[in-house]
């Protein structure tokens, strides 16, 4: 057990020296990439290192979770069901972190649009919930809860993002102090409409680092496919740049 252990934490580091080395020669060809309106990061580094070494006594999470695709999204269909989809519709394909301030900005220009579409059967969400302000405990914590929710509360999935930036906007729209916490993160379940003993087992679920090898994996996806920050937006499998000022909406209906 000792060895596995040991050879996730190697692994992680590795990746993460990687990311560091491609980040630091593109950073020296051009400070900031605005051509996708993203933030630029190191993702998912210093936290997929952090946490798997904090938690990688729990090397048993499987690697096909319920209700999630192959690629680690959760796509949502008509009844806001982690696991469905709209079939013959659009796909967009979001990559975000709850704490990252230009994926709170989609989330407001074009979030509740998109859910309502989504309910409506117009289009097919596919949310890709990644580790981006990696200095916070937050955020590799909501990852894990939102993949807990779909795989244990599926049909409540599409109400807990939407309720988790419903919280996060506090901290860009009204300035607020301090980065959420567990209770909030319970709070935030709540909201959702998840119950108090779902809500305990959740918890129960991230403190023990259920999802600690699935973060691994998915900081290796993110890494792979070439993205290097979040928001990162994909229609039917083609990357979106410009999405502000309506321009994703009105692609979406053009369709």
């Avoid at 914590?141 to 906007?169: C, G, Q």
């Amino acid at each position: 057990m000792a060895q596995k252990k040991m050879s996730v934490q190697e692994r992680a580091r590795q990746t993460a020296a990687r990311i560091q080395e491609e980040e630091r020669k593109r950073t020296l060809r051009n400070r900031m990439i605005m051509g996708g309106i993203v933030t630029v990061v190191l993702v998912l580094v210093a936290t997929a290192v952090w946490y798997i070494v904090g938690h990688g006594k729990n090397n048993n999470a499987s690697s096909t979770l319920k209700n999630v695709r192959s690629d680690y999204g959760i796509s949502i269909g008509a009844n806001g069901k982690a696991g469905t989809e709209n079939k013959g519709k659009p796909e967009v394909a979001i990559y975000y972190d709850y704490l990252c301030s230009w994926c709170n900005i989609l989330e407001k220009e074009n979030g509740h649009q998109l859910s309502e579409m989504a309910r409506k059967g117009e289009i097919t969400l596919i949310y890709h919930p990644v580790i981006i302000q990696s200095q916070y405990p937050f955020s590799p914590k909501m990852v894990s809860a939102t993949y807990w929710v779909a795989e244990n509360v599926p049909e409540r999935a599409l109400d807990f993002i939407d309720a988790a930036f419903d919280h996060t906007k506090a901290l860009f729209d009204k300035e607020k102090a301090t980065v959420p916490d567990d209770p909030e993160i319970q709070q935030i379940a709540l909201n959702a409409g998840l119950t108090d003993a779902q809500v305990k087992d959740m918890m129960k679920a991230i403190s023990e680092g259920r999802y600690t090898s699935e973060l691994e994996k998915i900081m290796e996806k993110f890494q792979k496919d070439g993205l290097t920050g979040a928001p990162s937006v994909f229609v039917d499998g083609k990357k979106f740049g410009d999405w502000r000022g309506g321009k994703l909406l009105d692609a979406l209906k053009k369709k």
